[in-house]
Structures are given as C-alpha cells and as structure tokens.
C-alpha cells in the first residue's frame, strides 16, 4: 500500500488549524498597528498642543519679544529721566527756569503779570 497524508477529514481540520492561526497573526498585526499608529498619533498631540508643545513655544517666544521690546523701552524712559534729574540737579538756568515757569517765583525786585486767556 502506498504512504497517504492522511484522510479528507484530516486534511480538513489541518486547514482550518492554518486559516486560524493565520487569522490570528493577522488580527495581532491589526492590534499591534493600530497601537503604534494610536502612540504616534499621542506623540504627535502632545508636541504640538501639550505643556511644552509647539504651540505654547511659539506663544512664549512672541510673550518674550513683547517684553524685550517693553524692556527696551524703558531703558529709554530711564535714560530720559536721569538726563531730565542730571538737569535739575546740576543746571543752574534750567533750576531758574522752572521756578519761574512752574512756580510762579521772581527774582528781587522783578514782577510777575499773569495775562488771563480771552476764554475766561
């Protein structure tokens, strides 16, 4: 008698063994893709919308460039005013000058005329 495989019937069950076992590693190629495409997908989110992501970076780098700016900005102010302080400390004519025009002083024997303004 000639060597056989085997039966139909066991033909049979051993395709169905394979197309199941096939089924499976297909389904765990499915479940182990969409994991990774998911943890991607995170990763992706979390660079851009996250504590530290993108845009909280381009928000801080616009926040840190207002307050150069404002910063250089009153190192101008600043300036001004120590020149304007330098002015009234060491001026004499402009110590005078004030005097008379913001307070109202005269020098001896000088007169004031206060002209009032047609609107009044």
């Known amino acids: 008698m ?3 495989r085997g039966t139909t019937d066991s033909r049979a069950g051993g395709n169905a ?7 499976e590693k297909k389904r765990a190629s499915y479940v182990f893709w969409t994991v ?5 997908l995170y990763l992706a989110g979390a660079l851009v919308f996250g504590d530290m992501g993108y ?3 381009r928000t801080l780098k616009a926040r840190s460039l207002a307050l150069k700016t404002e910063v250089a900005s009153l190192n101008q ?3 001004r ?6 002015d009234y400390r060491d001026d ?3 110590q005078e000058k004030l005097a008379r025009e913001d ?10 005329f206060i002209f009032n303004s047609p609107d009044r």
């Open 92 to 94: 004499e004519f402009y």
């Open 77 to 79: 102010k600043d300036a």
């Open 103 to 112: 307070l109202g002083l005269a020098k001896k024997n000088e007169y004031i």
């Open 17 to 23: 063994a394979w197309r199941q076992m096939r089924a």
């Open 81 to 86: 005013l120590k020149a304007s302080m330098k």
């Open 36 to 40: 990774v495409l998911l943890s991607l």
């Open 55 to 57: 845009l909280k970076l």
């Open 2 to 4: 000639a060597y056989s």
